[in-house]
């Protein structure tokens, strides 16, 4: 959609990315496109025996390695992301009957704050003045 009007659709081969070659079930991938066109993805996996949410980005052709943005003791699930007008990424996910919330700011992740303790399926945004908005199942 631009400017109020759809633009022509157009046909595209569709490919397989690897983004980990971790053996274990990754699961709830979401991606976001930031404002230089960086691809984001985000998705639950286990680390050892514990599941985190991790996020890697697609640059340059290639994959960054994976981060793990979520902490120890945290079990998370359906992760959904949003980039905002300045490239900051604003993560969400679903961890012990709650809500959690993340942000980016380019180097590090914020550490996760519960946003409502009773709660699941979350979905976030972030509108052209850079305000978030996040939305959940009660």
């Known amino acids: 959609l631009k400017a109020g009007t759809w633009t022509k659709a157009f046909k595209t081969e569709l490919m397989n990315w690897y983004v980990t070659d971790d053996p274990s079930w990754s699961l709830h991938a979401a991606a976001a496109c930031d404002t230089d066109g960086t691809i984001h993805v985000v998705w639950s996996d286990l680390d050892v025996a514990t599941r985190h949410i991790f996020q890697s980005s697609w640059k340059e052709g290639k994959w960054a390695a994976p981060q793990k943005v979520t902490q120890a003791g945290d079990q998370p699930d359906e992760a959904t992301l949003a980039s905002g007008p300045h490239g900051e990424l604003h993560l969400a996910w679903y961890d012990h009957g709650g809500v959690w919330y993340s942000f980016f700011n380019g180097r590090e992740?914020?550490?996760?704050?519960?946003i409502d303790t009773d709660s699941s399926e979350p979905?976030?945004?972030?509108?052209?003045?850079?305000?978030?908005h996040l939305a959940w199942s009660k």
């Open 109 to 114: 992740w914020s550490r996760g704050i519960a």
């Open 123 to 132: 979905f976030i945004v972030s509108d052209y003045s850079g305000g978030i």
